[in-house]
């Protein structure tokens, strides 16, 4: 069973541009998760999803940011013109769906670190 | 809501020593408790969990018992090798929603 898969791993663009990052969950999972870590940080929560809806996005900034979780396909997060402060690496985890709509262990992929220049 | 404090590191030991790291929570129940590391480079990695009091996770040599008299979550190993100098964090569920809330990380440095 493949783990969370996360593409690209690296990603540089300049301010202005825009950054997608993808996240395929673990077979079985429906709940995915993003988080972002800034250098020499811990990681914070932005946004929980499930198969076509948002379920929590109280971390995500208000600007700029969007994810999707399609029916069909992996997870996207977005970011629309990036600045450097978006530079930070993007974690993207997975669980099964428990009954009670919990979510069970959180699995991480690998992230995808993105540079701003 | 939901809270993690967990000692700052840089950690700094030899090969074969006991390792520490602490931690404590705040939380409104009995969430599940969660240790995760993360290599050099790479994303993170379900270490250990416990999901009830007195529960112990363990792993790899790692333990944490989950303490509701102290509210602790402390990882411990009795012989720490080369191969665990990594950064460590611990979580927990954020109040009643299911994402992660994480303490800031412990580095740890193991030296031969």
């Known amino acids: 069973n493949a783990g969370v898969m996360q593409n690209p791993r690296h990603l540089v663009r300049r301010r202005g541009q825009e950054a997608r990052l993808r996240c395929s969950p673990m077979k079985g999972h429906s709940h995915v998760y993003w988080y972002r870590q800034l250098p020499e940080e811990g990681l914070k929560f932005m946004v929980y999803l499930q198969k076509e809806n948002i379920i929590d996005e109280s971390g995500m900034p208000k600007e700029r940011f969007s994810a999707e979780f399609p029916k069909e396909g992996p997870s996207i997060l977005r970011i629309q013109q990036v600045v450097r402060g978006d530079s930070a690496a993007y974690f993207c985890a997975s669980s099964l769906r428990l009954a009670g709509g919990l979510s069970d262990t959180q699995y991480f992929g690998p992230g995808t670190r993105l540079t701003v220049l | 809501g939901n809270s993690v404090t967990q000692m700052e590191g840089p950690v700094t030991l030899s090969e074969e020593a006991f390792l520490t790291i602490n931690c404590t929570y705040t939380?409104?129940?009995?969430?599940?408790l969660f240790w995760y590391v993360q290599y050099p480079g790479e994303g993170l990695q379900l270490l250990l969990k416990?999901?009830?009091?007195?529960d112990k996770g363990s792993n790899k040599g790692f333990e944490a018992t989950y303490r509701k008299e102290t509210t602790s979550f402390h990882l411990e190993k009795g012989s720490v090798q080369v191969s665990d100098s990594a950064v460590y964090f611990c979580a927990l569920p954020h109040n009643a929603g299911n994402m992660l809330t994480f303490g800031g990380g412990t580095r740890l440095m193991v030296k031969p």
């Open positions: 939380a409104t129940g009995y969430p599940s």
């Open positions: 416990a999901t009830k009091a007195d």
